[in-house]
Antibody, heavy 113, light 110 residues
Framework: EVQLVESGGDLVQPGGSLRLSCAAS????????MSWVRQAPGKGLEWVAE????????YYLDSVKGRFIISRDNAKNSLYLQMNNLRAEDTAMYYC??????WGQGTLVTVSS | QAGLTQPPSVSKGLRQTATLTCTGN????????AAWLQQHQGHPPKLLCT???NRPSGISERFSASRSGNTASLTISGLQPEDETDYYC???????????FGGGTKLTVL
């Protein structure tokens, strides 16, 4: 059974940082591209970032380029999202997963003073 | 950044068939196909169909996907009350190097 468990969401002030983690199991994590998507309150889904299986290539939503860093540790079956210089508009539920196996339950990031 | 176009709402009767559409262009839907997700209020998105038209384990055969040109479609047969919720499509854009989403379709089962 595919399991994706996100953690690390919190209330943070504008300009602050957070590191989200995602623990994966039930599939061959190291062979798949992995992504983060987010959903602001009352809004639709928005893709944030994606990383290749080996971690050498990464792709980002324009509005997060230079602020967010996606990474992975295949030995630990884990995906990460380092979020720096956070803005109010980054407030959202963040989900990890991909379009082959699905998505986790999410972790909530709130950026507010 | 450009997204995919989905009708905001679709209404169909119980046990009828609904077809939801998702229109993109030649660099996303027309090139790579689209994945479909279902999301109930307050819950995470659930993958219904991959862009290769595969259903993950546990997804009902009532859900099927197809594509014609730059438009992808999700067909839901034998509509049930629990099918009333939001549906999103998404495709990898080979020009933008990103996944683009549609704005979502709210399906009402009458």
């Amino acid at each position: 059974e595919v399991q994706l468990v996100e953690s690390g969401g919190d209330l943070v002030q504008p300009g602050g940082s957070l590191r989200l983690s995602c623990a994966a199991s039930g599939f061959t994590f190291g062979s798949l591209w992995m992504s983060w998507v987010r959903q602001a309150p009352g809004k639709g889904l928005e893709w944030v970032a994606e990383i290749t299986p080996g971690g050498s290539d990464k792709y980002y939503l324009d509005s997060v380029k230079g602020r967010f860093i996606i990474s992975r540790d295949n030995a630990k079956n884990s995906l990460y999202l380092q979020m720096n210089n956070l803005r109010a508009e980054d407030t959202a539920m963040y989900y990890c997963g991909n379009f082959l196996v699905g998505w986790g339950q999410g972790t909530l990031v709130t950026v507010s003073s | 950044q450009a997204g995919l176009t989905q009708p905001p709402s679709v209404s169909k009767g119980l046990r009828q068939t609904a077809t939801l559409t998702c229109t993109g262009n030649s660099t996303n839907v027309g090139n790579q196909g689209a994945a479909w997700l279902q999301q109930h209020q307050g819950h995470p998105p659930k993958l219904l169909c991959t862009r290769e038209y595969n259903r993950p384990s546990g997804i009902s055969e009532r859900f099927s996907a197809s594509r014609s040109g730059n438009t992808a479609s999700l067909t839901i047969s034998g509509l049930q009350p629990e099918d009333e919720t939001d549906y999103y499509c998404s495709a990898w854009d080979t020009s933008l190097h990103m996944w683009v989403f549609g704005g979502g379709t709210k399906l009402t089962v009458l």
